[in-house]
């Protein structure tokens, strides 16, 4: 009966071990307490306590290692719901357009800038906005007006973009003379610069802006409309065939040629020298003949090109507005030339043309 009683409280007490190993781990007071209640077969406690404990807390950090990842799994679930910003042209569909080059621009016009022969025409009459190409016509203004060049500037706060919250390493009190900023403007597409063209205007920039829209009218560009100088508002907007005619102006002005296509430029603001690039890259390419160009990109108005330039010696003025992707203005630029270097028909006749206008620029006309 003794051994009997006595196997009972064996397996209780081996019972109660089991319990405090498995407690221990929730909680350790307890687990004290019932340790001094059991120091019988203390030592075997302690070798199964050691052997439960490890794998117990395994499995606690595994458990916290699934709730870290699965608190980093949920960011890019809630980025995945934001919806990317269209431009005018994806809300008007005018992406759905084909055209037989598979052209990434929703809008296109290749016009010979002697004969105003179209040669490709996509949506051309379609009204967009224009971002910094609108700094062609800035250009066109200031070195039409005639100011001294060499007068300086100081960029001040009402140049910061309040429109876009776009960057400029042009800071608050840099001052460089009108040249200088409008080489900035036509070359890097520099978006105080070219607001501070404006500003300093004879009039301020209310007349600047007067002067931009009253160039646009008599020069027959009817799509168009300018509210500001440097193209961060989508307001202003123009057409192709519009943009066609001013690159033809602008192209006509010596000073424009060669600040648009100037490959980099340094400037000296204050104990600094910045180095500021082109925007468009062909201006590099030594297979490239262009004479004038102008890049632009705002969200609304997607990725924008205009150039003047010289293929198969036939005199082209291309205009891309709205393309998809960082690199596909001068990806369309590129099919462009391709298909006309590969047009034995259009570039014999135009060579011979060339030859016979004695490659004087022509009145572009409508």
């Given at each position: 009966?003794?051994?009997?009683?006595?196997?009972?409280?064996?397996?209780?007490?081996?019972?109660?071990?089991?319990?405090?190993?498995?407690?221990?781990?929730?909680?350790?007071?307890?687990?004290?307490?019932?340790?001094?209640?059991?120091?019988?077969k203390?030592?075997?406690?302690?070798?199964a306590?050691?052997?439960?404990?490890?794998?117990?807390?395994k499995?606690?950090?595994?458990?916290?290692?699934?709730?870290?990842?699965?608190?980093?799994?949920?960011?890019?679930?809630?980025?995945?719901?934001?919806?990317?910003?269209?431009?005018?042209?994806?809300?008007?569909?005018?992406?759905?357009?084909?055209?037989?080059?598979?052209?990434?621009?929703?809008?296109?016009?290749?016009?010979?800038?002697?004969?105003?022969?179209?040669?490709?025409?996509?949506?051309?009459?379609?009204?967009?906005?224009i971002?910094?190409?609108?700094?062609?016509?800035?250009?066109?203004?200031?070195?039409?007006?005639?100011?001294?060049?060499?007068?300086?500037?100081?960029?001040?706060?009402?140049?910061?973009?309040?429109?876009?919250?776009?960057?400029?390493?042009?800071?608050?009190g840099?001052?460089?003379?009108?040249?200088?900023m409008?080489?900035?403007?036509?070359m890097?597409?520099?978006?105080?610069?070219?607001?501070?063209?404006?500003?300093?205007?004879?009039?301020?920039?209310?007349?600047?802006?007067?002067?931009?829209?009253?160039k646009?009218?008599l020069?027959?560009?009817?799509?168009?409309?300018?509210?500001?100088?440097?193209?961060?508002?989508?307001?202003?907007?123009?057409?192709?065939?519009?943009?066609?005619?001013?690159?033809?102006?602008?192209?006509?002005?010596?000073?424009?040629?060669?600040?648009?296509?100037?490959?980099?430029?340094?400037?000296?603001?204050g104990p600094?020298?910045?180095?500021?690039?082109?925007?468009?890259?062909?201006?590099?390419?030594?297979?490239?003949?262009?004479?004038l160009?102008?890049?632009g990109?705002?969200?609304?108005?997607?990725?924008?090109?205009?150039?003047?330039?010289?293929?198969?010696?036939?005199?082209?003025?291309?205009?891309?507005?709205?393309?998809?992707?960082?690199?596909?203005?001068?990806?369309?630029?590129?099919?462009?030339?391709?298909?006309v270097?590969?047009?034995?028909?259009?570039?014999?006749?135009?060579?011979?043309?060339?030859?016979?206008?004695?490659?004087?620029?022509?009145?572009?006309?409508?």
């Amino acid at each position: 009966m003794h051994h009997r009683h006595r196997a009972a409280v064996n397996r209780f007490l081996q019972l109660l071990g089991f319990v405090v190993v498995s407690t221990a781990l929730v909680a350790p007071v307890a687990h004290a307490v019932d340790r001094s209640k059991a120091p019988i077969k203390k030592q075997q406690a302690s070798t199964a306590n050691a052997k439960r404990v490890a794998p117990a807390r395994k499995v606690a950090a595994n458990t916290r290692t699934v709730r870290i990842t699965a608190k980093t799994a949920k960011v890019p679930t809630r980025v995945a719901f934001v919806p990317a910003k269209q431009s005018f042209g994806q809300i008007a569909g005018l992406h759905e357009v084909s055209d037989p080059l598979d052209l990434k621009s929703s809008v296109a016009l290749v016009i010979d800038q002697d004969t105003h022969e179209v040669l490709l025409s996509k949506n051309d009459q379609a009204v967009l906005p224009i971002a910094s190409l609108t700094k062609l016509m800035t250009g066109v203004i200031i070195s039409q007006a005639k100011l001294p060049m060499d007068e300086p500037i100081t960029i001040t706060q009402d140049d910061v973009d309040t429109e876009k919250g776009s960057r400029s390493r042009l800071m608050v009190g840099s001052t460089l003379t009108r040249g200088e900023m409008l080489h900035l403007a036509l070359m890097s597409s520099e978006n105080r610069a070219a607001h501070a063209l404006g500003r300093t205007y004879p009039g301020g920039l209310e007349a600047f802006v007067v002067q931009m829209n009253a160039k646009a009218r008599l020069l027959g560009m009817t799509d168009t409309r300018y509210v500001e100088p440097t193209g961060l508002s989508s307001r202003n907007q123009s057409s192709a065939r519009d943009l066609a005619t001013l690159v033809n102006v602008a192209h006509g002005d010596p000073l424009l040629r060669e600040l648009s296509t100037s490959p980099g430029y340094e400037v000296a603001v204050g104990p600094k020298t910045l180095q500021y690039n082109n925007t468009n890259g062909l201006v590099k390419n030594p297979t490239w003949d262009i004479g004038l160009q102008k890049t632009g990109y705002i969200s609304e108005a997607g990725r924008c090109l205009v150039m003047q330039t010289q293929i198969a010696g036939r005199k082209l003025i291309m205009v891309f507005l709205d393309s998809a992707g960082k690199f596909s203005r001068l990806g369309d630029a590129e099919r462009v030339r391709h298909w006309v270097e590969s047009m034995p028909a259009l570039a014999a006749p135009l060579q011979a043309r060339a030859v016979a206008n004695g490659a004087q620029p022509s009145t572009f006309a409508r």
